[in-house]
């Protein structure tokens, strides 16, 4: 008996089934796992966005459809919206490229020394921020969901050469600081499709994270368009 089997028929047992209420009750009540890494591990809701703003995405996805090119999820943290936004388009019947960038590791160093240094930033607020995590852990997390058709790109995506994957019908931009947005922001326009949608997370008032609002105000501004934020957050970029 190999011992995957044999840990398969302990956790099966009655005596496994014990260890593991005593250890889940442990970890809930003592908070160690959410202080390792750094989020709400037994939260029963852990998307980083609304459910009203996780109903504009798959709508927008939707809109998307016919539009040609790809989706791109540009700072995917743990997976969740990754997961959730593949899983719909399966649903749907969508049936385009999904790629998901993030640096897996938290923010660029610096990045993160402009926000310090530039824009009066708290320096620790933002260094704990999303550190503990590994592309296969990501990877893993999603193939346990039986998601298998997202392309995982692992780098600092300043450096990401968009035009390799465009052209772009939707992307989600979630990279939270004012230099890495507006950077990103001009790449993804460029090779987004005529009737493409991308939107911005972070666009509000923020003692971390309105590098976003202050990016996509600016880029707003370059393209002479009205910046259009709705739900609370979210910055819309449409190209016609």
């Not at 649903?91 to 960038?101: L, P, Q, V």
């Amino acid at each position: 008996m190999s011992l995957k089997s044999a840990g398969t028929m302990f956790l099966q047992s009655s005596v496994g089934r014990a260890a593991r209420t005593v250890c889940a009750e442990a970890l809930i009540s003592t908070g160690i796992i959410d202080g390792i890494f750094g989020r709400r591990v037994f939260s029963a809701y852990d998307y980083m966005f609304s459910p009203r703003q996780l109903i504009l995405f798959t709508q927008c996805l939707s809109e998307a459809r016919d539009v040609p090119g790809c989706c791109v999820e540009v700072g995917c943290a743990y997976g969740q919206t990754t997961g959730f936004l593949r899983k719909f388009m399966d649903e749907s019947g969508i049936t385009k490229d999904y790629y998901a960038i993030d640096t897996f590791r938290g923010f660029v160093q610096g990045q993160v020394d402009y926000e310090v240094e530039q824009r009066s930033k708290n320096r620790h607020g933002i260094t704990v921020s999303f550190v503990t995590n590994k592309k296969k852990w990501f990877d893993k997390s999603l193939k346990v969901a039986g998601i298998n058709s997202v392309w995982s790109i692992e780098c600092d995506a300043t450096k990401f050469d968009f035009d390799r994957i465009g052209p772009i019908a939707f992307a989600l931009l979630d990279v939270d600081l004012y230099l890495p947005i507006i950077d990103i922001l001009p790449k993804l326009y460029r090779n987004l499709s005529a009737g493409g949608i991308l939107l911005i997370d972070d666009c509000k008032p923020h003692e971390l994270w309105d590098g976003a609002l202050v990016a996509y105000e600016e880029f707003a501004s370059r393209m002479n368009f009205e910046p259009k934020i709705v739900l609370d957050k979210i910055g819309v970029v449409r190209k016609s």
